[in-house]
Protein backbone atom coordinates (compact mmCIF):
# COMPACT_ATOMS: atom_id res chain seq x y z
CA UNK A 1 0.00 0.00 0.00
CA UNK A 2 1.51 3.76 -0.93
CA UNK A 3 2.00 5.88 1.95
CA UNK A 4 -1.53 8.48 2.49
CA UNK A 5 -3.18 5.61 0.78
CA UNK A 6 -5.37 4.86 3.34
CA UNK A 7 -8.38 7.00 4.59
CA UNK A 8 -7.40 9.43 8.08
CA UNK A 9 -8.39 6.93 11.10
CA UNK A 10 -11.36 8.84 12.08
CA UNK A 11 -13.07 8.61 8.66
CA UNK A 12 -11.78 4.95 7.77
CA UNK A 13 -13.60 3.73 10.88
CA UNK A 14 -17.07 5.30 10.11
CA UNK A 15 -16.32 4.01 6.38
CA UNK A 16 -16.09 0.09 7.82
CA UNK A 17 -19.28 0.34 10.20
CA UNK A 18 -21.06 1.97 7.11
CA UNK A 19 -20.66 -0.95 4.97
CA UNK A 20 -22.76 -3.46 7.10
CA UNK A 21 -25.43 -1.77 5.12
CA UNK A 22 -25.06 -4.19 2.49
CA UNK A 23 -26.68 -6.73 5.69
CA UNK A 24 -29.42 -3.89 6.43
CA UNK A 25 -30.06 -4.53 2.52
CA UNK A 26 -31.33 -8.45 2.85
CA UNK A 27 -33.32 -7.18 6.52
CA UNK A 28 -36.75 -5.59 5.45
CA UNK A 29 -37.76 -3.52 8.87
CA UNK A 30 -41.39 -4.57 8.38
CA UNK A 31 -39.85 -8.46 9.48
CA UNK A 32 -38.40 -9.46 12.84
CA UNK A 33 -35.24 -10.49 14.18
CA UNK A 34 -34.19 -13.87 15.92
CA UNK A 35 -30.69 -12.86 17.24
CA UNK A 36 -28.96 -16.59 18.43
CA UNK A 37 -25.80 -17.70 19.47
CA UNK A 38 -25.39 -14.22 21.64
CA UNK A 39 -23.02 -15.09 23.97
CA UNK A 40 -22.60 -15.75 27.75
CA UNK A 41 -19.25 -15.68 28.58
CA UNK A 42 -16.27 -13.19 29.49
CA UNK A 43 -13.92 -13.10 26.42
CA UNK A 44 -14.47 -9.25 25.97
CA UNK A 45 -14.26 -9.57 21.95
CA UNK A 46 -17.12 -11.95 21.52
CA UNK A 47 -18.88 -9.93 23.55
CA UNK A 48 -17.82 -6.49 21.71
CA UNK A 49 -19.20 -8.62 18.50
CA UNK A 50 -22.51 -9.10 20.21
CA UNK A 51 -23.46 -5.39 21.26
CA UNK A 52 -22.18 -3.76 18.00
CA UNK A 53 -24.67 -6.43 16.20
CA UNK A 54 -27.52 -4.71 18.60
CA UNK A 55 -25.89 -1.63 17.87
CA UNK A 56 -26.54 -2.17 14.23
CA UNK A 57 -29.69 -3.28 14.99
CA UNK A 58 -31.14 -0.63 16.36
CA UNK A 59 -29.27 1.71 14.19
CA UNK A 60 -31.39 0.48 11.11
CA UNK A 61 -34.63 -0.20 12.68
CA UNK A 62 -34.61 -3.45 12.63
CA UNK A 63 -36.47 -4.81 15.66
CA UNK A 64 -36.08 -8.73 17.81
CA UNK A 65 -38.41 -10.81 18.39
CA UNK A 66 -36.55 -13.22 20.79
CA UNK A 67 -32.60 -13.45 21.41
CA UNK A 68 -30.84 -17.03 22.40
CA UNK A 69 -28.00 -18.31 23.61
CA UNK A 70 -26.49 -22.06 23.47
CA UNK A 71 -27.83 -23.04 26.61
CA UNK A 72 -31.49 -22.00 26.30
CA UNK A 73 -32.58 -22.10 22.90
CA UNK A 74 -35.95 -24.65 22.61
CA UNK A 75 -35.66 -27.98 21.50
CA UNK A 76 -35.72 -29.27 18.13
CA UNK A 77 -38.04 -26.92 16.14
CA UNK A 78 -39.84 -25.40 19.00
CA UNK A 79 -38.33 -21.75 18.69
CA UNK A 80 -41.56 -19.28 18.73
CA UNK A 81 -40.40 -17.72 15.99
CA UNK A 82 -43.15 -15.71 13.41
CA UNK A 83 -43.50 -16.62 9.73
CA UNK A 84 -40.95 -14.14 7.95
CA UNK A 85 -39.24 -13.88 11.00
CA UNK A 86 -35.25 -13.60 9.57
CA UNK A 87 -32.46 -15.54 11.86
CA UNK A 88 -29.45 -13.99 12.92
CA UNK A 89 -26.66 -16.23 13.74
CA UNK A 90 -23.76 -14.15 15.91
CA UNK A 91 -20.39 -13.68 14.10
CA UNK A 92 -16.95 -14.36 14.88
CA UNK A 93 -13.83 -16.86 14.69
CA UNK A 94 -15.39 -19.85 15.49
CA UNK A 95 -16.67 -21.40 12.33
CA UNK A 96 -14.71 -24.25 12.16
CA UNK A 97 -13.92 -26.99 13.86
CA UNK A 98 -11.96 -25.50 16.45
CA UNK A 99 -15.17 -24.66 18.51
CA UNK A 100 -17.13 -27.94 17.19
CA UNK A 101 -20.17 -26.89 19.79
CA UNK A 102 -20.85 -24.19 18.25
CA UNK A 103 -20.34 -24.91 15.21
CA UNK A 104 -23.29 -28.07 15.89
CA UNK A 105 -25.55 -25.31 17.42
CA UNK A 106 -25.37 -23.30 14.08
CA UNK A 107 -25.51 -25.95 11.70
CA UNK A 108 -28.67 -27.42 13.69
CA UNK A 109 -30.58 -24.19 13.37
CA UNK A 110 -29.97 -23.75 9.66
CA UNK A 111 -31.07 -27.49 9.56
CA UNK A 112 -34.44 -26.93 11.39
CA UNK A 113 -35.18 -23.61 9.59
CA UNK A 114 -35.47 -24.11 5.79
CA UNK A 115 -38.79 -21.27 5.81
CA UNK A 116 -36.90 -18.64 7.15
CA UNK A 117 -34.25 -16.37 5.80
CA UNK A 118 -30.87 -16.88 7.66
CA UNK A 119 -27.67 -14.95 7.52
CA UNK A 120 -24.66 -15.52 9.22
CA UNK A 121 -23.12 -12.51 10.72
CA UNK A 122 -19.61 -11.73 9.83
CA UNK A 123 -16.98 -15.06 10.03
CA UNK A 124 -13.36 -16.12 10.13
CA UNK A 125 -13.41 -19.69 8.92
CA UNK A 126 -10.70 -22.06 10.21
CA UNK A 127 -10.70 -25.84 9.72
CA UNK A 128 -8.26 -28.62 10.65
CA UNK A 129 -9.76 -30.56 8.72
CA UNK A 130 -10.76 -29.71 5.07
CA UNK A 131 -13.14 -32.95 5.06
CA UNK A 132 -15.06 -31.20 7.92
CA UNK A 133 -15.69 -28.24 6.02
CA UNK A 134 -16.66 -29.80 2.79
CA UNK A 135 -19.30 -32.01 4.77
CA UNK A 136 -20.70 -28.29 6.45
CA UNK A 137 -21.04 -26.75 3.22
CA UNK A 138 -23.13 -29.57 1.68
CA UNK A 139 -25.25 -29.74 4.85
CA UNK A 140 -26.00 -25.47 4.86
CA UNK A 141 -26.36 -25.08 1.27
CA UNK A 142 -29.72 -27.32 1.41
CA UNK A 143 -30.77 -23.98 3.10
CA UNK A 144 -32.84 -22.33 0.29
CA UNK A 145 -31.84 -18.87 1.66
CA UNK A 146 -28.64 -18.04 3.56
CA UNK A 147 -26.35 -15.64 3.37
CA UNK A 148 -23.07 -15.98 4.36
CA UNK A 149 -21.36 -12.62 5.97
CA UNK A 150 -17.31 -13.46 6.17
CA UNK A 151 -14.59 -10.75 7.55
CA UNK A 152 -11.61 -11.07 6.04
CA UNK A 153 -10.28 -11.91 2.07
CA UNK A 154 -8.62 -15.36 3.33
CA UNK A 155 -12.34 -16.95 4.07
CA UNK A 156 -14.01 -15.59 1.53
CA UNK A 157 -12.07 -17.62 -0.56
CA UNK A 158 -12.38 -20.31 1.59
CA UNK A 159 -16.10 -19.75 1.38
CA UNK A 160 -16.97 -19.30 -1.83
CA UNK A 161 -16.11 -22.49 -4.27
CA UNK A 162 -19.00 -24.38 -1.70
CA UNK A 163 -21.54 -21.33 -1.43
CA UNK A 164 -20.28 -19.36 -4.48
CA UNK A 165 -22.83 -15.95 -4.43
CA UNK A 166 -23.67 -16.53 -0.57
CA UNK A 167 -21.02 -15.20 0.37
CA UNK A 168 -20.43 -11.84 1.15
CA UNK A 169 -17.32 -9.83 2.04
CA UNK A 170 -18.42 -7.07 5.43
CA UNK A 171 -16.11 -6.13 8.60
CA UNK A 172 -16.55 -7.39 12.18
CA UNK A 173 -19.57 -6.61 13.72
CA UNK A 174 -17.50 -4.80 16.59
CA UNK A 175 -17.11 -1.53 14.19
CA UNK A 176 -20.87 -0.30 14.54
CA UNK A 177 -19.76 1.06 18.24
CA UNK A 178 -17.23 3.78 16.61
CA UNK A 179 -16.96 6.40 18.01
CA UNK A 180 -20.01 5.20 20.81
CA UNK A 181 -17.73 2.70 22.62
CA UNK A 182 -14.71 6.18 22.74
CA UNK A 183 -16.82 8.39 24.27
CA UNK A 184 -18.24 6.49 26.48
CA UNK A 185 -15.43 5.53 27.86
CA UNK A 186 -12.67 8.45 27.41
CA UNK A 187 -10.23 9.21 30.19
CA UNK A 188 -8.73 12.32 31.08
CA UNK A 189 -5.20 13.27 29.25
CA UNK A 190 -2.51 10.94 30.41
CA UNK A 191 0.43 13.26 29.18
CA UNK A 192 3.32 13.30 31.35
CA UNK A 193 2.27 10.10 33.26
CA UNK A 194 4.58 6.73 33.08
CA UNK A 195 1.75 4.64 32.21
CA UNK A 196 2.79 1.62 30.38
CA UNK A 197 2.67 0.04 27.07
CA UNK A 198 -0.39 -2.59 27.10
CA UNK A 199 0.97 -6.37 26.42
CA UNK A 200 -2.79 -7.77 25.20
CA UNK A 201 -1.48 -11.35 24.42
CA UNK A 202 -3.45 -14.77 23.97
CA UNK A 203 -2.70 -17.65 26.12
CA UNK A 204 -5.11 -20.18 24.98
CA UNK A 205 -4.66 -22.93 21.48
CA UNK A 206 -4.46 -19.68 18.97
CA UNK A 207 -1.25 -18.25 20.28
CA UNK A 208 0.62 -17.46 17.89
CA UNK A 209 4.70 -17.26 16.72
CA UNK A 210 6.69 -15.83 19.42
CA UNK A 211 9.25 -13.01 18.96
CA UNK A 212 12.39 -12.79 21.43
CA UNK A 213 11.96 -8.53 21.70
CA UNK A 214 8.61 -8.88 22.30
CA UNK A 215 8.62 -12.06 24.60
CA UNK A 216 10.89 -9.73 26.77
CA UNK A 217 7.99 -8.07 28.27
CA UNK A 218 5.94 -10.92 29.31
CA UNK A 219 5.70 -10.75 32.55
CA UNK A 220 3.29 -7.58 31.58
CA UNK A 221 1.60 -10.15 29.40
CA UNK A 222 -2.67 -9.94 30.19
CA UNK A 223 -5.48 -11.35 28.53
CA UNK A 224 -9.23 -10.92 28.88
CA UNK A 225 -9.24 -12.91 32.14
CA UNK A 226 -6.36 -10.38 33.67
CA UNK A 227 -8.78 -7.53 32.41
CA UNK A 228 -12.28 -8.49 33.31
CA UNK A 229 -13.82 -6.98 36.76
CA UNK A 230 -14.75 -9.95 39.32
CA UNK A 231 -18.47 -8.43 38.40
CA UNK A 232 -17.98 -9.94 34.46
CA UNK A 233 -17.55 -13.05 35.67
CA UNK A 234 -20.74 -13.34 38.38
CA UNK A 235 -22.65 -11.88 36.04
CA UNK A 236 -22.21 -15.12 33.53
CA UNK A 237 -22.35 -17.51 36.21
CA UNK A 238 -25.78 -16.10 36.96
CA UNK A 239 -26.95 -15.64 33.76
CA UNK A 240 -25.59 -19.13 32.52
CA UNK A 241 -27.66 -20.36 35.72
CA UNK A 242 -30.94 -18.91 34.31
CA UNK A 243 -30.18 -20.26 30.84
CA UNK A 244 -30.01 -23.48 32.14
CA UNK A 245 -33.11 -23.30 34.25
CA UNK A 246 -34.66 -21.64 31.15
CA UNK A 247 -34.13 -24.94 28.80
CA UNK A 248 -34.47 -27.35 31.75
CA UNK A 249 -38.14 -26.13 32.33
CA UNK A 250 -39.19 -25.09 29.08
CA UNK A 251 -40.07 -21.33 29.97
CA UNK A 252 -38.46 -17.78 28.95
CA UNK A 253 -37.60 -15.19 31.78
CA UNK A 254 -36.95 -12.64 28.74
CA UNK A 255 -33.69 -11.40 30.79
CA UNK A 256 -32.03 -10.58 27.40
CA UNK A 257 -32.46 -6.84 27.24
CA UNK A 258 -31.22 -6.73 31.35
CA UNK A 259 -28.06 -9.04 29.95
CA UNK A 260 -27.02 -6.53 27.12
CA UNK A 261 -27.48 -3.75 29.30
CA UNK A 262 -25.09 -5.07 31.97
CA UNK A 263 -22.87 -6.33 29.60
CA UNK A 264 -22.52 -2.94 27.80
CA UNK A 265 -21.64 -1.64 31.52
CA UNK A 266 -19.10 -4.26 31.72
CA UNK A 267 -17.09 -4.00 28.29
CA UNK A 268 -17.27 -0.10 29.10
CA UNK A 269 -15.39 -0.95 32.30
CA UNK A 270 -13.18 -3.26 30.37
CA UNK A 271 -12.71 -0.33 27.50
CA UNK A 272 -12.00 2.40 30.44
CA UNK A 273 -9.36 -0.05 32.05
CA UNK A 274 -7.65 -0.71 28.90
CA UNK A 275 -7.69 2.78 27.36
CA UNK A 276 -5.48 4.38 30.13
CA UNK A 277 -2.67 2.88 27.99
CA UNK A 278 -1.43 4.88 25.83
CA UNK A 279 0.22 2.58 23.32
CA UNK A 280 -0.76 -1.48 22.61
CA UNK A 281 0.56 -4.88 21.55
CA UNK A 282 -1.81 -7.32 20.93
CA UNK A 283 -2.39 -11.05 19.58
CA UNK A 284 -6.18 -10.73 19.68
CA UNK A 285 -7.91 -9.57 16.88
CA UNK A 286 -10.81 -7.74 19.70
CA UNK A 287 -7.86 -6.50 21.13
CA UNK A 288 -6.58 -5.27 18.02
CA UNK A 289 -10.11 -3.91 16.99
CA UNK A 290 -10.87 -2.30 20.38
CA UNK A 291 -7.72 -0.69 19.87
CA UNK A 292 -8.91 1.03 16.70
CA UNK A 293 -12.34 2.03 18.82
CA UNK A 294 -10.55 3.98 21.45
CA UNK A 295 -8.03 5.35 19.01
CA UNK A 296 -4.56 3.74 20.62
CA UNK A 297 -1.63 2.71 18.40
CA UNK A 298 -1.88 -0.52 17.96
CA UNK A 299 0.97 -2.90 17.24
CA UNK A 300 -0.40 -6.09 16.09
CA UNK A 301 1.37 -9.82 16.69
CA UNK A 302 -0.68 -12.75 14.48
CA UNK A 303 -2.08 -15.87 16.05
CA UNK A 304 -1.82 -19.17 15.28
CA UNK A 305 -3.80 -19.52 11.59
CA UNK A 306 -3.22 -15.72 10.40
CA UNK A 307 -6.54 -14.13 11.74
CA UNK A 308 -5.06 -10.21 12.68
CA UNK A 309 -3.07 -10.55 9.23
CA UNK A 310 -5.91 -11.64 7.02
CA UNK A 311 -8.18 -8.95 9.00
CA UNK A 312 -5.52 -6.49 8.36
CA UNK A 313 -4.60 -7.70 5.00
CA UNK A 314 -8.45 -6.79 4.34
CA UNK A 315 -9.47 -4.02 5.66
CA UNK A 316 -5.87 -2.20 5.68
CA UNK A 317 -7.38 1.15 3.75
CA UNK A 318 -9.98 1.88 6.37
CA UNK A 319 -7.70 1.20 9.08
CA UNK A 320 -4.46 2.39 8.33
CA UNK A 321 -1.96 3.56 9.39
CA UNK A 322 -1.55 0.14 11.16
CA UNK A 323 1.83 -1.83 12.18
CA UNK A 324 2.11 -5.70 11.97
CA UNK A 325 4.90 -7.55 13.84
CA UNK A 326 5.56 -10.09 11.53
CA UNK A 327 9.44 -10.85 11.77
CA UNK A 328 12.08 -10.61 14.39
CA UNK A 329 13.84 -7.02 12.70
CA UNK A 330 10.12 -5.99 12.95
CA UNK A 331 9.31 -6.99 16.60
CA UNK A 332 12.55 -5.18 17.57
CA UNK A 333 11.56 -2.23 15.93
CA UNK A 334 8.42 -1.57 17.20
CA UNK A 335 9.86 -2.53 20.49
CA UNK A 336 11.91 0.24 20.52
CA UNK A 337 8.76 2.49 19.62
CA UNK A 338 6.89 0.76 22.27
CA UNK A 339 9.71 1.25 24.95
CA UNK A 340 9.88 4.75 24.14
CA UNK A 341 6.00 5.55 24.23
CA UNK A 342 5.31 6.01 27.80
CA UNK A 343 2.78 9.15 26.14
CA UNK A 344 2.62 8.29 22.80
CA UNK A 345 1.79 11.48 21.09
CA UNK A 346 -0.36 11.05 17.96
CA UNK A 347 2.39 13.06 15.62
CA UNK A 348 4.83 10.89 16.86
CA UNK A 349 2.82 7.38 16.18
CA UNK A 350 1.92 8.62 12.52
CA UNK A 351 5.66 9.35 11.91
CA UNK A 352 6.55 5.79 12.74
CA UNK A 353 3.89 4.09 11.25
CA UNK A 354 4.43 6.23 7.69
CA UNK A 355 7.96 5.11 8.21
CA UNK A 356 7.01 1.15 8.79
CA UNK A 357 3.83 0.31 6.45
CA UNK A 358 4.60 -3.79 7.14
CA UNK A 359 0.66 -4.36 5.57
CA UNK A 360 0.48 -4.71 1.78
CA UNK A 361 3.40 -2.78 0.83
Known sequence: MDKGEGLPRNA???ALAARHAEIAALMPRDQKIIFLDYPLGKNVGDLLIMLGTLYFFKTHGLSIRLSRNLRNTEPRGRLPIGEGDTIVLQGGGN???LYPHIQNYRERIIDEYPDHRILIFPQTIFYQNKELFARAAERINRHPDLTFFVRDTVSAEMARPYFGERVRLVPDMAHQLWPALREATLSPDNEGDRIPPLFFMRDDEEAGKSYPAVDVYRDAFVDWADVNANSLRIWKRLFEGLAVAENRFGFSLHSERLYFDIIRREVERVARRMGRHPVWVTSRLHGFIMGLLLGKPVFAVDNSYGKLSSYISTWQNEISPVVLIASDAEAISAMKFV???????????????????????
Open 12 to 14: GMT
Open 95 to 97: FGD
Open 339 to 361: NGARTTRKALWTSYSDAHQMVGG
